[in-house]
């Protein structure tokens, strides 16, 4: 199974309280495409600038991932993001938001992609999410992902995307945003009826909900003593998730939820180390043995008279 | 197996976006006791005024708990409680607290109750539960919780209180302000390295973390669409936590964890009325049926390769 991630290619400069980064790799699609490719084949589909260094496109490469959908805007310059985490790393302010080539060339999917199983849609206008999945043959699902932004100035089509989602990913923040509701029950329960077949709450370091109109489940995040870098942390989630899922061989709540601790398995190795350099070195065995752990962790019998 | 709760009785002034109670049946101890009153025969030890309205002690004496260790204090009134939610149901204001016979009167532990086997002490002053704690003879296991006023102005006894304690309960935040740490796996590290052999770390609607220093458990809260009243929550969570323990008939690992199941399911009861309300008619199957969708709603198979 083939997998597709639209997304951006970035350069970031972070500081967190355990250090700094300089136009690092990173963006959407960077941090997805690292974490998918551990579990199945992974193109991404992006646009960089001329400034964006070949040992970044040679990192992805080596990582297994087909780059040819990365396209350079002559003269252009790749998008950067500046951020800065506070002490507790649960929030962060943007310090710079360069949009450069993002801001104006949309890559549209070339041939070979079109035919794509499963497309993760990172996080971009609803506007150009849906246009990328008009060109897509039918995929066998639909990841999305969205942002405050869009909710704030492109709500309905934020809900236009939902409707043709198979599993619509979103912070714990914009759900309760766009639905306009402190529970994330009733906020899930309505993206379903909105047209999801499944909905992922992202709760950062308290874990995720997951919803369809039939089950809920709820994971914890992999409690780590030590959180170096959070960036990519969603981001990597859904790949991971995304590439489990490619390869389960099921598209059954089973599957789904071995796909969440894989997941959860795999973001918060991310979150140990800055910027992308843990995911390129991570291996699946490592991912399976965390996996585990957190069931460990999560494990309880019955309650009922002995 | 006997269980003694030693806290408040009060009077709750409530307001939530879900409406209002006037001087209701409040206090960590009334929580605390109709929870662990549907596992194990359980007694309070606390202090009211003579306004306490007798139907209060009548509700608590119908519900099978041992009030003989409620104390009222001539001419004095009752601890008296106000505080308005925020719409989230997440942070609270308080409006008013009237100490009253709190203040001026702590009661000794009555001989009959001394040699009770399970010990919660809810939150009061660190020296206070110190002393109850050297009235006992050997309980089988202390429960205890703190708040932040304690760790602001008595931070030295409240180490001193941990190291006498089995199992300490503490707020997600206050474990913060207690170790100095945003990291709630170091916090409770530092907990289990001051004295306590388990530490539970309450997260609200984000469930739990308990640690010894060969464990860690995390669980989920139950997930609600409508929360009516949050006030008693990690009370009557602590209450049914160590009920559960007292009729297990086990203070092995696994049974720790199936009695945050049964608290985690019985907290959630709780939110959904104002008040006590719902503690007062809740059954023990109702709360073995939620601890059982708990455990559906959690469970999830392993990710290595099929």
């Known amino acids: 199974m083939s997998l597709l991630i639209v997304g951006s290619v970035a350069l970031d400069t972070i500081e967190t309280p355990a250090g700094r980064a300089d136009r690092a790799l990173g963006g959407s699609a960077s941090y997805a495409a690292l974490a998918s490719r551990l579990f199945a084949p992974t193109a991404i589909l992006g646009v960089v600038g001329e400034d964006f260094p070949l040992e970044y496109v040679a990192l992805l490469h080596g990582a297994g991932i087909d780059t040819a959908g990365l396209e350079t805007v002559p003269g252009g310059k790749t998008f950067h993001w500046a951020g800065r985490y506070h002490p507790n790393m649960n929030a962060r302010d943007t310090l710079l938001t360069e949009i450069n080539v993002l801001g104006t060339h ?85 993206m379903l009826e909105g047209g999801a077949k499944r909905v992922i709450i992202k709760k950062g370091e308290h874990g995720c909900l997951m919803l369809t109109r039939e089950t809920l489940f709820t994971a914890p995040a992999f409690p780590l003593e030590t959180v170096c870098d959070p960036t990519g942390a969603g981001d990597s989630f859904a790949g991971a998730y995304l590439g489990f899922l490619a390869q389960a061989g099921s598209l059954e709540e089973p599957a789904h939820r071995a796909a969440i601790a894989a997941a959860t398995a795999l973001a918060s190795y991310n979150c140990e180390e800055f910027g992308v350099g843990r995911l390129a070195r991570l291996t699946r065995e490592e991912v399976t043995a965390r996996a585990e752990a957190l069931r460990e962790m999560t494990r309880f019998d019955g309650v009922g008279p002995a």
């Open 106 to 190: 949309h890559p549209a999917v070339p041939e070979p992609l079109r035919g794509s199983d499963f497309l993760f849609l990172a996080n971009t206008s609803p506007e150009l999410q849906l246009q990328t999945l008009s060109e897509m043959r039918r995929p066998r699902l639909v990841l999305a992902d969205t942002m405050n932004l869009w909710i704030e100035t492109q709500r309905e089509a934020v809900w236009r995307l939902i409707a043709q989602t198979d599993v619509m990913l979103i912070n714990e923040s914009e759900a309760q945003m766009l639905c306009d509701t402190a529970s994330l029950v009733r906020a899930g329960r309505l």
